[in-house]
């Protein structure tokens, strides 16, 4: 058996839910996971999902910013969601599924984007997404992550030299200053995390999830930025089959600015 994961920022499911349903009428993942909802729970378009097949379903939603859901073939064994910097944002949700006779943990996030100046004495937001990440590094450890598990979701940061456009000209560009960078990793590390889309793109290979909607000519400028991550624990990791970031999900009629990012994960 294979568990196929799925990630995406769709950026108002209910403006998009056309192309939520053509992403799962041609990839058909087991799990997917959304960010920045935008919508509260009793407004989520639950019919398009379960009409494919997709009963499982846990919110995480507020109206009109942020929002998590995460929506399934599989049944959930158990659901939580948890709260970041008392701010009470709607940005984790987390799911566990069978995995044969053990469990598989599921998280999705949505890390704070950070305003436009890389600055947290000046720039509440960048302070915020600084200190969300922190609180992370803080829980992801030890017992949290000494087990099968995913995080997956828009984490906001592009941590390689080439998960961005211009490594040069992005250092001082909120979602690929050092500061960022070396906080995502001080998530990973805290967890022992595989990045298990680099797992099997080298990481000297140009790899992006987000396009700017700015730009006249996405596909032509291709200044992107890989924003949107999916990880295991060792754990997992011997059993990763394959990764697919859907690039073409840019060029969709009312396309997000983020496509989706897929795994696979083999039976145990």
């Known amino acids: 058996m294979t568990l196929a994961i799925a990630t995406w920022n769709i950026n108002s499911v209910r403006l998009r839910i056309r192309q939520v349903g053509m992403f799962l009428d041609r990839f058909a993942p087991d799990v997917l996971c959304l960010q920045e909802t935008k919508c509260p729970d009793d407004?989520?378009?639950?019919?398009?999902?379960?009409?494919?097949?997709?009963?499982?379903?846990?919110?995480?939603?507020?109206?009109?910013?942020?929002?998590?859901?995460?929506?399934?073939?599989?049944?959930?064994?158990?659901?939580?969601?948890?709260?970041?910097?008392?701010?009470?944002?709607?940005?984790?949700?987390?799911?566990?599924?069978?995995?044969?006779d053990d469990e598989i943990v599921i998280h999705n996030f949505y890390i704070p984007a950070g305003g436009d100046l890389p600055d947290p004495a000046l720039n509440d937001k960048f302070a915020h997404k600084l200190a969300f990440l922190d609180e992370m590094t803080r829980w992801l450890s030890g017992p949290e992550t000494d087990r099968r598990a995913v995080l997956v979701g828009d984490l906001n940061v592009a941590p390689l030299e080439n998960d961005v456009w211009s490594h040069k000209q992005l250092l001082n560009i909120v979602s690929h200053t050092p500061v960022e960078t070396e906080r995502l990793e001080g998530v990973r590390a805290a967890g022992s995390w595989v990045d298990a889309v680099r797992n099997f793109v080298p990481a000297d290979t140009k790899l992006y999830t987000w396009w700017s909607y700015r730009a006249q000519d996405w596909r032509r400028s291709d200044r992107g930025r890989r924003l949107d991550h999916i990880w295991v624990t060792p754990h997992l990791a011997p059993r990763l089959q394959n990764a697919e970031v859907i690039r073409a999900a840019r060029g969709w009629k009312r396309p997000s600015d983020h496509v989706p990012v897929i795994v696979r994960i083999g039976s145990g």
């Open 43 to 100: 407004r989520f378009p639950l019919k398009p999902f379960r009409h494919r097949g997709y009963e499982h379903v846990l919110l995480n939603g507020q109206k009109g910013y942020h929002g998590v859901a995460i929506v399934s073939r599989l049944p959930f064994l158990a659901t939580s969601k948890r709260g970041f910097c008392q701010k009470g944002d709607a940005r984790h949700a987390a799911v566990t599924v069978a995995d044969g």
